[in-house]
């Protein structure tokens, strides 16, 4: 069971936009700007596409974007697109002996 | 654009030690984290253990008592030495660059590069 929870599967059609939460504890998320989401294509590494909550690296699309609210963070995905089918995890820094914490996942579909 | 590649042996037997290795290139080791990140089949990405430019390291509480990371910086290369394997280590290990929260370290913030990572099998 992961430290965070986000839903398994999100789906959208092309075009529209879709959200993705991640839901964790005052310790984690809720403490701190430590929030990054990683996108994940079948058989190769994550790539980071938010750190620090909404802030995107060089290179990612501005369709991509991060926000938090309380415990719980989102990654949300404007204009969907063929190839933003994925698995998109969160990850966040934690004040406990596990310093890093992953959520479960969640497998976006562009039907 | 710094450049992270695994090595290591694909297969171990149950019992035995296993060391893997994340050769880095195309920037320097110092001022971030250099971490190890595993994903077992199907599943999603569990933080295993990362180690500050200064030596510095962190464990996952769950793994700590199995594992050791070091940095060899003459050599830009970090390594992960775990032992006692079992079937429940099979996994894909990446290892990855953190961003620390601070000057002084404390822990990775985010992981801006990824190596393509290592299928490590555990089986008799």
């Known amino acids: 069971q992961s430290a965070l929870t986000q839903p398994a599967s999100v789906s959208g059609s092309p075009g529209q936009s879709i959200s993705i939460s991640c839901t964790g504890t005052s310790s984690d998320i809720g403490g701190y700007d430590f929030v990054s989401w990683y996108q994940q294509h079948p058989g190769k590494a994550p790539k980071l596409m938010i750190y620090?909550?909404?802030n995107r690296p060089s290179g990612i699309s501005y369709r991509f974007s991060g926000s938090k609210s309380g415990d719980t963070a989102f990654l949300t995905i404007s204009g969907l697109q063929a190839e933003d089918e994925a698995d998109y995890y969160c990850?966040?820094?934690?004040?406990?002996?596990?310093?890093?914490?992953f959520g479960g996942g969640t497998k976006v579909t562009v039907l | 654009q710094v450049e992270l590649q695994e090595s290591g042996p694909g297969l171990v037997k149950p019992s035995e030690t296993v060391s893997l290795t994340c050769s880095v290139s195309g920037g320097a080791v110092s001022s971030y984290y250099w971490s190890w990140i595993r994903q077992a089949p199907g599943q999603g990405l569990e933080w295993v253990a990362d180690i500050f430019y200064d030596g510095i390291t962190n464990y996952n509480p769950s793994l700590k008592s199995r594992v050791t990371i070091s940095l060899d910086t003459s050599k830009s290369r970090f390594s992960l030495k775990l032992i006692s394997v079992t079937a429940a280590d099979t996994a894909v290990y990446f290892c990855a660059r953190g961003a620390p929260i601070s000057i002084l370290g404390a822990a990775p913030k985010y992981f801006d590069s990824w190596g393509q990572g290592i299928l490590l099998t555990v089986s008799s």
């Open positions: 620090e909550v909404s």
């Open positions: 990850c966040s820094y934690k004040s406990s002996s596990t310093l890093v914490v």
